[in-house]
């Protein structure tokens, strides 16, 4: 559902929150977390490039990995204890496809393009026997632009069949 066209629900985080950060750059999404005095657990940060999360764990004092999201699979996300935890798990996938300054070649699954890794996340939560409770996913505006609507609305789809609803 479109932001604009709604008022959001009440959502209530009860639980102690562990954060998973796929595509997790330097960590943008902790950044917000900590600006909003949110408590939280840095539980797994997913990332390609060595320097982004060399200065991931400089900023937030961690000692993550290197990880291409394309060998990790369900059960290396750690999700259990939902009663216990809440999980949040944010995927800002590369817009480099999706972008105005870029290519625009799109994300379409199998398409080979850098944004079409949003497709991982598919592929990563359909292998989890737990799922996240919380979801966010960041990306440019074009993300559900003209060209890429049919792409977005295929993600959204997926995301209503496991059980998550949707705002954008």
């Not at 080979?112 to 799922?131: F, K, P």
Request: aromatic share 10%.
């Amino acid at each position: 559902m479109n932001l604009s066209d709604m008022t959001l629900p009440q959502f209530k985080i009860d639980k102690h929150i562990r954060l998973i950060e796929l595509f997790a750059g330097i960590g943008s999404q902790a950044m917000a977390l900590k600006d909003l005095d949110v408590e939280f657990e840095h539980y797994r940060a997913i990332e390609l490039d060595k320097f982004a999360i060399k200065s991931y764990n400089a900023i937030h004092d961690t000692d993550f990995e290197t990880t291409d999201i394309c060998n990790i699979n369900g059960t290396d996300l750690g999700i259990c204890d939902t009663d216990k935890f809440c999980y949040i798990m944010t995927y800002s996938f590369p817009c480099q496809d999706l972008s105005v300054a870029g290519k625009q070649k799109g994300m379409t699954k199998g398409s080979g393009t850098r944004s079409g890794l949003l497709w991982e996340v598919e592929r990563i939560l359909n292998e989890c026997s737990e799922l996240p409770q919380v979801l966010l996913m960041e990306n440019v505006p074009q993300v559900h632009g003209k060209k890429n609507m049919l792409d977005f609305q295929k993600w959204i789809d997926f995301l209503e069949s496991k059980g998550y609803s949707n705002y954008w």
